[in-house]
Nanobody
Framework: QVRLVESGGGLVQAGGSLRLSCAAS????????VGWFRQAPGMGLDFVAS????????YYADSVKGRFTISKDDAKNTVFLQQNSLKPGDTAVYYC?????????????????WGQGTQVIVSS
């Protein structure tokens, strides 16, 4: 059974940093693509970042490029999202998800395993 557990969210002032974690069980992250998505209040699910092909390729949404960094620790089977220079517009529930096919997709419908989400609130 695949399970993804996010942690690390919280309340932070604008300009601050958070490090989100996604701990996986039931699969090996070394062989799949892992993505971070977010959903702001009243909005749809948006792509944030993904890491593919054993960590050699990463993708970012334009809105977070240069501020967020996705990485992983294969030994801990965990993916991280380092968030720096946070803005109020980054306020959302953040979800990690797995695409077993390594398709390189940024489309949430291609990710079939999902965590429960972690809330990030950025105050101005």
């Amino acid at each position: 059974q695949v399970r993804l557990v996010e942690s690390g969210g919280g309340l932070v002032q604008a300009g601050g940093s958070l490090r989100l974690s996604c701990a996986a069980s039931g699969l090996t992250i070394h062989t799949v693509a892992v993505g971070w998505f977010r959903q702001a209040p009243g909005m749809g699910l948006d792509f944030v970042a993904s890491i593919h092909w054993r960590g050699f390729t990463t993708y970012y949404a334009d809105s977070v490029k240069g501020r967020f960094t996705i990485s992983k620790d294969d030994a801990k089977n965990t993916v991280f999202l380092q968030q720096n220079s946070l803005k109020p517009g980054d306020t959302a529930v953040y979800y990690c998800a797995v695409d077993p096919t390594e398709s390189g997709s940024k489309n949430y419908s291609d990710y079939i395993y999902w965590g429960q989400g972690t809330q990030v609130i950025v105050s101005s």
